[in-house]
C-alpha cells in the first residue's frame, strides 16, 4: 500500500501542471485530449445524450478550467447553466477568463472556488442541501482520494442532484498503479452508492457501472428518485 498524498501535495502538483500548460487536458493533469474528452462523453451520457442537458443545471465538481463546459458547448447545446467547482484558485481565474462575458445559445459558466476539503470535514445536517443542480458531474476528482473520502464525497455530490450524479474513478484493473494514487475495485463500487442512496432517498435506487471504455477507468452513475 502506497501513501497518499497530502493536500498540499495535491495542490501543488496541479498548480505546476497549470503553470506549466496553462489550458487543455495537460494543465489539469490528464495525459490526452482523447482520454480527457472520452471520459466527458461517458459522463454526460447519464443523461442519454449531450441533447438531453439542454436547459439544464450542471455542476462540474474539480472543475480545473473548464474542459467539461468547453466540451459541452462544442456540443451545441443550448440553454445549460453550469456551475464550476475546484480548489486551485489558479484554475478558477484561468476559467473565468477563458470564459469571459461568453453566453453561447444561452449558456452560462459560473466558475467558483471551493475548498473540496471542507466538504469531509465538515458534518451535513438531515434536511436537503440549499443548492441543488439537475446533474452533478465530476471527472479526476478521486485520483488521489482515498476510501473514506471517496464515499463523503459521493454523499455530498448525490445530495445537490435533482436527476442524477456521476462520476469516474480509476480502477484496480488498471495494468500499472501510480504511486500515490487511488484505485477502487469495480466490485465495490455499488454498495456505498446504494449506502448512500438508502440514506438519503429512503431506498436503494438504480445505479449504472461503466467499465467499457478505458482499462483502468471506470463511471458509476446514480439516478434521484428512481428505485431498483
Known sequence: MTRPWTPRQIQDYYSKCLAEHKTGPRAVGWGSKESQELRFKVLVE????????????????????????????????????????????????????????????????????????QWVAMPE??????????????????????????????????????????FNVPSTWAAEHRVGHFYLEP??????????????????GRIVLRHDYLPHDMTVYMYRGERA
Not at 82 to 108: H, L, M, V
Open 187 to 204: 466490485s465495490r463500487a455499488p454498495a456505498p452508492a446504494a449506502r448512500i442512496q438508502r440514506e438519503v432517498d429512503g431506498g436503494p
Open 46 to 117: 447519464v443523461a442519454g445524450q449531450p441533447a438531453c442537458l439542454q436547459g439544464c443545471s450542471v455542476l462540474d465538481v474539480g472543475s480545473g478550467t473548464g474542459d467539461l463546459y468547453q466540451w459541452l458547448l462544442w456540443q451545441r447545446l443550448a440553454g445549460v447553466t453550469y456551475w464550476g467547482y475546484d480548489s486551485n484558485r489558479g484554475a478558477i481565474k484561468t476559467a473565468r477568463e477563458r470564459f469571459k462575458d461568453q453566453e453561447p445559445n444561452g449558456c452560462r459558466a459560473v466558475f467558483h472556488p471551493e475548498d473540496l476539503s
Open 125 to 166: 445536517a438531515p434536511n436537503p442541501p440549499p443548492a441543488r443542480w439537475d446533474y452533478v458531474l465530476a471527472s479526476g476528482l478521486f485520483s488521489f482520494s482515498n476510501l473514506r473520502e471517496f464515499g463523503l464525497l459521493v454523499r455530498w455530490m448525490y445530495r445537490r442532484a435533482r436527476k442524477a450524479l456521476a
